[in-house]
């Protein structure tokens, strides 16, 4: 038994209680099926030894109908018992994706990046789907079978101890073979989900490429990348296969030997008069309802397996550290923000070092230095994308884990080069289900200049923009996700490249109107005239802060600063 209960099963049954309220219900359902079932050889024991052997023939007719009557009523048991069942999993399934997409918003960034997207979407669709059948209905399936199991052989011992005794001695080699495939069914599971992660993840990539592949003319290169994991996929499914098969195969033979056996023994007791021939011939008709819940017990205790390595990969992500929401204090009308001798690792590799720096409010800061040198590090510690790994962000002196999480972001906006937009309409990809007045949503859309481009699109605002904004420019999307910030009103803005696709006539449009917002604002860019906006410019080098001051300052007293700027001009 301890090599069918291992770790991961012992873990994805302590998770499935979660469910018990499904697993009462259905066991409730499951007994009225097996008291109909029981009735059928019994019927069909009086049909022979009380009816036709006893000369009733005029009884044949309507007891046949009313026997056909309770096949029909376990029938229809059957179809309310099985439909119950798959609603419960269909509705666990989305339970589980819900909990699953849930959680993953709750990650701390740097463990979010430790997920490959492709296998995050294996697991949110195909491992979320198969655990969630598991969870509702491996545990009442195993006890269900089991009760089957006990009726039936009750049923049989009450027929004919001596016939039943036959199919007794078959029991203990089902077991031996359920222990002897346990092992190989458990390895094969495990490395079919694996190969199948991958094969999604390589679809995924080739497919959101497609249009680089065919620019670089190289269709059969990752064709030829594709064929290589489906074959891997492929040789692992294979193998599972072969050993459920197999193992199908070996109970399907223990069944078929039983049948001459019962049959020999049984028609010696009927001609000694052991046992009526209507006793026989309900035995037999029943005998085979033993091996349905044996072949559905071992089949639930593979699927056991399965559900624990399957299960495994959704409490992988479950299981991650998620961000800290211990903060209750609200963003400050009036504040100051310091940066306290803050430093950041990722993977044991030095990002940020000793970062000492003060942002007053509506201050207009930039963030110069090379790619690489750690500028969108230190605007995502200000919004707990990441956490400081020594030292510690002040806001009016308080650790900004004392502030609430969501007030904390909601107060400061950051707008990358390439935010996300979704396939919604330009509206909608501003609002986000945001409560807004169409005054204020006209007001972001001038100060974003959208207007400028607005009244060639098909439906205006109502248009459909597609997928990651396919259907727009690069500058067009990026103020689309500038208008999403400003619609929130955020206390410090923080624009990272955040207008690098948006030509400068317009750039320069938008920045004036960010001026009579009267904002705190933080920009990294490779932009000359978009860094000259700022009070005071950063420079960043290597993780560490070499130089500040404002952009003449710099110029002249640091040599660095000037050929970063030469650099950007030649370019």
Request: hydrophobic letters at 45%.
């Amino acid at each position: 038994m301890g090599r069918v209960l291992t770790p991961e099963v012992k873990k994805f049954l302590s998770y499935s209680t979660k469910y018990k309220k499904f697993y009462i219900i259905i066991l409730i359902l499951t007994i009225p099926v097996l008291a109909v079932n029981a009735l059928r050889p019994i019927f069909l024991r009086y049909l022979i030894d009380n009816i036709i052997l006893a000369g009733k023939y005029r009884l044949i007719a309507a007891f046949i109908l009313l026997y056909a009557l309770l096949i029909v009523v376990e029938r229809i048991m059957v179809i309310v018992y099985n439909y119950y069942l798959l609603k419960r999993a269909n509705i666990a399934t989305n339970i589980e994706r819900m909990t699953l997409y849930k959680k993953l918003q709750k990650l701390s960034n740097v463990n979010f990046l430790n997920i490959n997207t492709g296998d995050l979407l294996a697991r949110l669709l195909s491992d979320a789907s198969e655990s969630a059948t598991y969870f509702v209905i491996t545990i009442p399936a195993i006890i269900g079978n089991f009760l089957h199991l006990i009726v039936v052989l009750s049923l049989l011992l009450y027929f004919s101890w001596q016939l039943s005794l036959i199919l007794c001695l078959i029991i203990p080699f089902y077991y031996l073979l359920l222990v002897i495939f346990n092992k190989y069914l458990k390895e094969t599971a495990e490395k079919e989900r694996l190969a199948n992660a991958k094969v999604t993840e390589s679809l995924r990539e080739k497919v959101e490429g497609i249009i680089t592949i065919k620019s670089l003319v190289k269709q059969d290169f990752f064709e030829k990348l594709l064929s290589k994991d489906l074959q891997a996929w492929l040789k692992e499914k294979n193998s599972y296969d072969f050993f459920t098969t197999t193992l199908d195969s070996s109970l399907t033979f223990l069944s078929s030997i039983a049948t001459p056996l019962v049959l020999g023994l049984g028609g010696y007791l009927v001609i000694k008069e052991n046992i009526t021939l209507g006793t026989l011939m309900g035995f037999y008709s029943f005998m085979a309802w033993i091996y349905e819940p044996l072949q559905n017990i071992n089949q639930q205790f593979v699927n056991l397996q399965r559900a624990g390595e399957v299960s495994k990969r959704l409490f992988e992500i479950y299981d991650l550290s998620q961000e800290k929401e211990e903060g209750k204090e609200s963003f400050p009308e009036d504040y100051i923000i310091k940066y306290k001798n803050v430093s950041f690792s990722y993977r044991d590799e030095v990002i940020l070092k000793n970062i000492n720096l003060e942002i007053p409010q509506k201050s207009w800061i930039a963030i110069v230095g090379t790619s690489g040198s750690g500028k969108s590090t230190v605007v995502r510690l200000l919004t707990r994308l990441y956490e400081p790994t020594e030292g510690e962000v002040l806001i009016n002196g308080k650790n900004i884990k004392e502030y609430a999480l969501e007030d904390l972001r909601r107060n400061i906006a950051i707008v990358t080069q390439s935010d996300y937009l979704f396939n919604m309409t330009l509206k909608e990809n501003i609002t986000l289900g945001e409560e807004c007045t169409e005054e204020e949503f006209q007001e972001v859309i001038k100060i974003t200049r959208i207007d400028k481009f607005l009244s060639v699109l098909e439906k205006g605002s109502d248009t459909l923009i597609g997928e990651r904004g396919v259907k727009l420019s690069d500058g067009q999307k990026q103020r689309i996700a500038l208008a999403r910030a400003l619609l929130r009103k955020p206390k410090v803005l923080i624009l990272d490249e955040a207008t690098s696709g948006v030509d400068s006539e317009t750039e320069e449009e938008i920045f004036k109107e960010l001026e009579k917002l009267n904002m705190t604002l933080v920009i990294i860019s490779h932009r000359l005239s978009t860094i000259r906006k700022a009070d005071r410019i950063l420079l960043l080098d290597k993780g560490e802060i070499i130089a500040e001051g404002k952009h003449e300052e710099l110029i002249e007293n640091s040599s660095r600063y000037k050929d970063i700027i030469l650099s950007q001009l030649s370019a």
